[in-house]
């Protein structure tokens, strides 16, 4: 059986604080076999995400974002609009795909909040390794039990 493979997707707005997510996940599955894309923000996420669902190499693909009040547009919908285009994703291809999505309700670019949010990334990113390790699993088992 071929290793699984995972996809890990990573939005650049505050990547000093997303990045974080990426090493929380590592801590859990090994670098080997796990691709890192860069997204340019939280918006290009589902596209991102649903390209490398249709190319079939990977057994769940993460995407991470911080999503804090822009000016141009309303955060919460901002959020619901990439948690959409995600879920949709997945659902369409059959492919999970997990998402790390911070949208706080205040943020200010100080020291304080930047450290308290690596800190949550960080322990979101394990989260989502764990998430990735066991869906198969569960998918597995359901199979299982369906043809009981």
């Known amino acids: 059986m071929a290793q699984t493979r995972y996809a890990f997707i990573k939005s650049q707005w505050y990547s000093e604080i997303v990045d974080r997510s990426l090493e929380g996940f590592l801590d859990l599955i090994s670098s080997d076999v796990v691709d890192v894309y860069n ?3 939280a918006f290009e996420l589902p596209l991102l995400a649903q ?3 249709r190319t079939g190499n990977y057994g769940t693909i993460t995407c991470a974002a911080f999503i804090v009040d822009g000016g141009s547009y309303r955060q919460q919908h901002m959020a619901h ?3 959409d ?3 949709r994703v997945g659902l369409d291809t059959g492919i999970p795909v997990l998402s790390i999505a ?4 205040q943020f200010q670019a100080t020291k304080h909040d930047e450290e308290i949010y ?4 960080e322990e979101k990113g394990r989260e989502a390794a764990q998430t990735a390790l066991m869906i198969p699993k569960v998918r597995e088992e359901i199979v299982r039990t369906s043809k009981s």
């Open 39 to 41: 997204a340019p923000s």
């Open 51 to 53: 390209d490398l669902a």
């Open 81 to 83: 609009v990439v948690l």
């Open 85 to 87: 285009g995600l879920m």
């Open 102 to 105: 911070m949208v706080p309700h």
């Open 118 to 121: 690596s800190i949550r990334f």
